[in-house]
């Protein structure tokens, strides 16, 4: 009979157990992370199913080749998976080089390069860094579309193991 009380247990307590893990993983980043401040311009969209958001074009998703420490990254012909390390600058943080090792220190975000073959694109290498779309509620994406003329905001970001959480957007 006891055997029996233990199956029953475990089929309840294993999914609830992977579930609180996943949980607290997704949200340590908010918790603990270290706050930074990054430059971007707004862009607002929508789509039918998921709703309204914000597009976030950020300064240091334009790469400068001078800004990339590997020479095998700096031939890109493929999406490839790198660090991009921050510094401080005043209190906006900028681009300071990409690597292909983990930094052992410092504030870093992970992300994937690519080539950019947009006419805009100033050094033909963009980086992704999966913090770009800010969902909002309806009302509130109306409320943001009268300084869209202002192009620039100050967004405030959570980072924590190569990993960041928009926290706050702020018109500048």
């Keep these: 009979m006891f055997k029996n009380i233990d199956k029953r247990y475990f089929g309840i307590i ?3 157990t992977i579930l609180s893990v996943l949980i607290i993983n997704a949200y340590s980043t908010t918790w603990f992370g270290h706050e930074i401040v990054l430059k971007a311009s707004l862009d607002i969209k929508q789509k039918g199913f998921s709703g309204s958001y914000v597009e976030l074009p950020y300064e240091i998703e334009e790469i400068d080749i001078a800004d990339i420490i590997d020479e095998d990254t700096k ?3 493929r999406k490839i998976n790198r660090y991009a390390v921050l510094k401080k600058n005043g209190d906006i943080y900028d681009l300071d080089y990409i690597t292909k090792e983990r930094p052992k220190g410092g504030i870093y975000l992970k992300c994937v390069l690519y080539r950019n073959y947009e006419p805009s ?19 509130k994406t109306k409320f943001l579309e009268q300084f869209i003329d202002k192009k620039e905001m100050k967004v405030i970001l959570k980072v924590k193991n190569g990993r960041g959480v928009v926290e706050c957007i702020e018109l500048i």
């Design 121 to 139: 694109s100033k050094t033909g290498i963009k980086a992704n860094y999966n913090i770009s779309k800010y969902y909002m509620k309806r009302g």
């Design 75 to 77: 031939k890109i012909n």
């Design 14 to 16: 294993l999914p609830l």
